[in-house]
Nanobody, 118 residues
Framework: QVQLVESGGGLVQPGGSLRLSCAAS????????MGWYRQAPGQQRELVTR???????NYADSVKGRFTISRDNAKNTVYLQMNDLKPEDTAVYYC????????????WGQGTQVTVSS
């Protein structure tokens, strides 16, 4: 059973930076996309950013220019570099890996807390 483990969360001041990592417990084939989602208390989980198998990326408008997603396919690892953090970025961040196909796997991490506060 594939497991995803996030790390790198914590408490930072506004304007600070964090780098999140998400590592899979084993090899995953046929990856369509890797991404990051976040969920603040009382709110729905939202897509922050994703990177597709061909390298195409997209970002939520709220994080464009501040966040960068990257990957290491050999390690089945996805990263999220977060710069110029704002209090509105406070949330639990979840990584996700989606495989090709209608019946492909959809894997989620357990989440890592990011808190931006002065």
């Amino acid at each position: 059973q594939v497991q995803l483990v996030e790390s790198g969360g914590g408490l930072v001041q506004p304007g600070g930076s964090l780098r999140l990592s998400c590592a899979a417990s084993g090899s995953i084939s046929g990856i369509y996309a890797m991404g990051w989602y976040r969920q603040a208390p009382g709110q729905q989980r939202e897509l922050v950013t994703r990177i597709r198998n061909d390298g195409l990326t997209n970002y939520a408008d709220s994080v464009k220019g501040r966040f960068t997603i990257s990957r290491d396919n050999a390690k089945n690892t996805v990263y999220l570099q977060m710069n110029d953090l704002k209090p509105e970025d406070t949330a639990v961040y979840y990584c996700n890996i989606l495989q090709f196909g209608f019946h492909g796997g959809d894997y989620w991490g357990q989440g890592t807390q990011v808190t931006v506060s002065s």
